[in-house]
Nanobody, 121 residues
Framework: QVQLVESGGGLVQPGGSLKLSCAVA????????VGWFRQAPGKEREGISC????????YYADSVKGRFTISADKVKNTVYLQMNSLKPEDTAVYYC??????????????WGQGTQVTVSS
């Protein structure tokens, strides 16, 4: 059974950092590309970063480039999103998702349940 479980969200002050984790089960990371998405209230879901199954292709949205870093641990079967220099506009529910067919996670087959990130003073 495929599962993706996010963790690491919370409340942080502007300029602070958080590290999100996406633990996957039911497949290994070399079989799927994994991406991070976010959705703020009243806004469309936004793809912000992804990593290919071979770990050789990484993408970032312009809105997070230079502040967020995606990484993966094959042994732990977990994908991480290190978020630095957080801004109030980063406030959203963050989801991870897995796509077997594209490196850019265009049409993920599986989604996690999401974790809330709130950036506020």
């Amino acid at each position: 059974q495929v599962q993706l479980v996010e963790s690491g969200g919370g409340l942080v002050q502007p300029g602070g950092s958080l590290k999100l984790s996406c633990a996957v089960a039911g497949f290994t990371l070399d079989q799927y590309a994994v991406g991070w998405f976010r959705q703020a209230p009243g806004k469309e879901r936004e793809g912000i970063s992804c990593i290919s199954g071979a770990f050789d292709k990484i993408y970032y949205a312009d809105s997070v480039k230079g502040r967020f870093t995606i990484s993966a641990d094959k042994v732990k079967n977990t994908v991480y999103l290190q978020m630095n220099s957080l801004k109030p506009e980063d406030t959203a529910v963050y989801y991870c998702a897995a796509d077997r067919y594209t490196d850019t996670v265009n049409r993920p087959q599986y989604w996690g349940q999401g974790t809330q990130v709130t950036v506020s003073s």
